[in-house]
Nanobody
Framework: VHLEESGGGSVQAGGSLKVFCAASAYTYSSYCMAWFRQAPGKEREMVATIDSDGAHSYADSVKGRFSISKDNAKNTLVLQMNSLKPEDTAKYYC????????????????????????WGQGTQVNVSS
């Protein structure tokens, strides 16, 4: 298994959750790792990205509330979510891709969902009002 998410659950608006993505050593060494989310009836959208140098980016809707990080000791991608809102309710997926711009890939923050090679199965996050 290349990527496996955990840590989702239910929380009231204003609360916090942390989701995790355990990766194989190979996948964890990817140029770009990211969190996406998909709500029912909506397209999958990028939430946050982090590249192999540690540079990160966020969707405008989560800036200042979410934080992406990597736990190198555990080969785990982490998403800390604070001040959660009902509109954050979705299934959260982690993704990874090895291709940097020098190898024909897109810059990490600009990668579309279709450009990611590896995906986890997702973990559900529910935020009630």
């Amino acid at each position: 298994v290349h990527l496996e998410e955990s840590g989702g659950g239910s929380v009231q608006a204003g609360g916090s959750l942390k989701v995790f993505c355990a990766a194989s050593a190979y996948t964890y060494s990817s140029y770009c790792m990211a969190w996406f989310r998909q709500a029912p009836g909506k397209e999958r959208e990028m939430v946050a990205t982090i590249d192999s140098d540690g540079a990160h980016s966020y969707a405008d809707s989560v800036k200042g509330r979410f934080s992406i990080s990597k736990d190198n000791a555990k080969n785990t991608l982490v998403l800390q979510m604070n001040s959660l809102k009902p509109e954050d309710t979705a299934k959260y997926y982690c993704a990874a891709d090895h291709r940097p711009p020098s190898r024909g890939g897109n810059w990490c923050p600009a990668k579309r969902a279709t450009e990611f090679t590896y995906w986890g199965q997702g973990t559900q996050v529910n935020v009630s009002s």
